[in-house]
């Protein structure tokens, strides 16, 4: 049973910024690629930033180039999302998510393809 638990989430102003963690138990995370996925009240879920397993690849939305970074410390067991210059647009609940794989390149912006969420932590950005 693979279990994801995020923290790091606030109450912040427009131009902070703030580190989600995802503490990731159960299997080989190593074996895991991890997405960060946001939902604000009335929208769908949409992607954020995923890591491949083997840390070389990342992806992101076009709206957090820049200013998010994703990371993994495969030691850890933690995946990461540093966010910064953080706007009121970026106010959600924001999800961690994680898919086994074999490609050591493989990382995904559908949340679809992930089989495992975490259960979430609010980051609310005031103006």
């Known amino acids: 049973q693979v279990q994801l638990v995020e923290s790091g989430g606030g109450l912040v102003q427009t131009g902070d910024s703030l580190r989600l963690s995802c503490a990731v138990s159960?299997?080989?995370?190593?074996?895991?690629?991890m997405g960060w996925f946001r939902q604000a009240p009335g929208k769908e879920r949409e992607f954020v930033a995923a890591?491949?397993?083997?840390?070389?690849?990342?992806t992101y939305a076009d709206s957090v180039k820049a200013r998010f970074t994703i990371s993994r410390d495969n030691a850890k067991n933690t995946v990461y999302l540093q966010m910064n210059s953080l706007k009121p647009e970026d106010t959600a609940v924001y999800y961690c998510?994680?898919?086994?794989?074999?490609?050591?390149?493989?990382?995904?912006?559908?949340?679809?393809?992930?089989?495992?969420w975490g259960q979430g932590t609010q980051v609310t950005v005031s103006s």
């Open positions: 998510a994680a898919e086994l794989s074999g490609n050591s390149d493989y990382r995904s912006a559908l949340p679809g393809e992930y089989d495992h």
């Open positions: 890591i491949s397993w083997s840390v070389v690849s990342t």
């Open positions: 159960g299997r080989t995370f190593s074996s895991y690629a």
